[in-house]
C-alpha cells in the first residue's frame, strides 16, 4: 500500500528537477488558458501499474484536471489498448508529460515482469519476492509495483527483519555467535534471517532456530536437499541467478520463497506513449 504524502513526495521532486523554475518550450508557446485533451496508450503488452500515480503529476499541475481511466492497476493491457484520457490545461499536459511516462512505465515494467515470474512458478508452493536492490527514492514504489504484478515483497528496509548475510558473518566471526548476539538485544517481535552456501551451514542454522534461510546460489539438487532436511522448520529462500529459465526448476525443490533483484534494479520500462487529441 502507498500513502499519498510518499506518492507527492517523488513526484514533486522528479517534476523540481524536470523544470527547474521554467519550461522554456511550453511556457513561451502555449497560452496559459489553453485546454486539451491527451489520451495514454499502450505500445505494449504486460500489466499496468501506476496510472493512479501517473495522473496524480497533472492534478499537482492543474488542479482542474480530469480523467477517464479505462484500465487500472493489475489490469493486462494489450498493444494498442488505451489506458486512460487526460484533459486539463495545454501547459500542465506538456510539463507532466515526462515525468508521468517515467513513473507509470517504470512501474508497469516491474509489475509485468515480477508477473511473468509468478505464472512461471504457478502451482508450486514458491512465492515470488522482491529485494531492497531498488533505485534510490522509489523503494515505496517499486516494491507496490511487484505487489500488483502478483508477488510479495521482502523487507522493506535495514529495520524490518535480522538478516545475517555472509559479509555480517565475516565480520562478526561465527554464525551462532552472531544469532545470539542479536537474540539477546532485539526485540521479540523481529526475525531472524541467515544466509548459507551450503547444507553444512544449513544445518547450523537451524539448530539455532533461526526463522527464515536463505540458500545462496544453490545448485536446484542441494535446494531440494535443504528441503527435505529444513523438514518445514524454517522457511527456506532461494536466492541468487534466478533467471527466467531456471525459476521453474528453483520453484519444483520446494523452497517457499524465490527473490529477485532484478525485478527492481535492471526492469526493462514498459512502453506507453501519451499522444494529444487534435
Known amino acids: 500500500m502507498l500513502m499519498q504524502f510518499q506518492i507527492d513526495d517523488i513526484i514533486k521532486t522528479a517534476l523540481a528537477e524536470d523544470i527547474n523554475y521554467i519550461d522554456v518550450t511550453t511556457d513561451y ?3 496559459s488558458d489553453a ?13 499496468l501499474c501506476g496510472i493512479d500515480i501517473a495522473l496524480r503529476v497533472f492534478t499537482l499541475l492543474d488542479d482542474t484536471a480530469s480523467f477517464e481511466v479505462y484500465i487500472r492497476d493489475g489490469e493486462k493491457v494489450n498493444k494498442g489498448d488505451i489506458i ?14 515526462r515525468t508521468a511516462l ?16 509468478v505464472e512461471l512458478v504457478r502451482g508450486t508452493k514458491a512465492s515470488v519476492a522482491d529485494t531492497r536492490k531498488t533505485l534510490p527514492g522509489l523503494r515505496a514504489l517499486q516494491k ?30 561465527s554464525m551462532s555467535g552472531a544469532v545470539n548476539a542479536l537474540r539477546s ?3 521479540h517481535t523481529v526475525k531472524i534471517e541467515v544466509e548459507v552456501a551450503d547444507l553444512r551451514e544449513l544445518e547450523e542454522a537451524l ?5 527464515i534461510i536463505m540458500l545462496d546460489n544453490m545448485s536446484c539438487e542441494d535446494m531440494a536437499k535443504a528441503v527435505e532436511i529444513t523438514a518445514g522448520r524454517a522457511k527456506l529462500e532461494a536466492s541468487g541467478n534466478v533467471t527466467h529459465e531456471t525459476i521453474r526448476a528453483i520453484a519444483e525443490t520446494g523452497v517457499d520463497i524465490i527473490s529477485l533483484g532484478a525485478l527492481t534494479h535492471s ?12
Open 207 to 211: 539448530s539455532l532456530g533461526v526463522e
Open 84 to 97: 486512460a484520457r487526460i484533459t486539463c490545461h495545454t501547459r500542465a499536459l506538456l510539463k507532466g508529460e
Open 185 to 187: 538485544k532485539m526485540g
Open 35 to 47: 485546454v486539451a485533451t491527451a489520451r495514454y496508450v499502450a505500445k505494449d503488452s504486460g500489466v
Open 29 to 31: 508557446l502555449v497560452d
Open 267 to 278: 526492469v526493462k520500462a514498459f512502453d506507453i506513449s501519451m499522444k494529444i487529441d487534435k
Open 102 to 117: 517515467n513513473l507509470i512505465q517504470h512501474l508497469s515494467g516491474i509489475a509485468t515482469a515480477t508477473n511473468k515470474c
Open 144 to 173: 507496490y509495483a511487484v505487489t500488483v504484478g502478483g508477488g510479495r515483497n521482502h523487507r522493506y528496509n535495514l529495520s524490518d527483519c535480522a538478516m545475517l548475510k555472509d559479509t555480517h558473518l565475516d565480520a562478526y566471526g
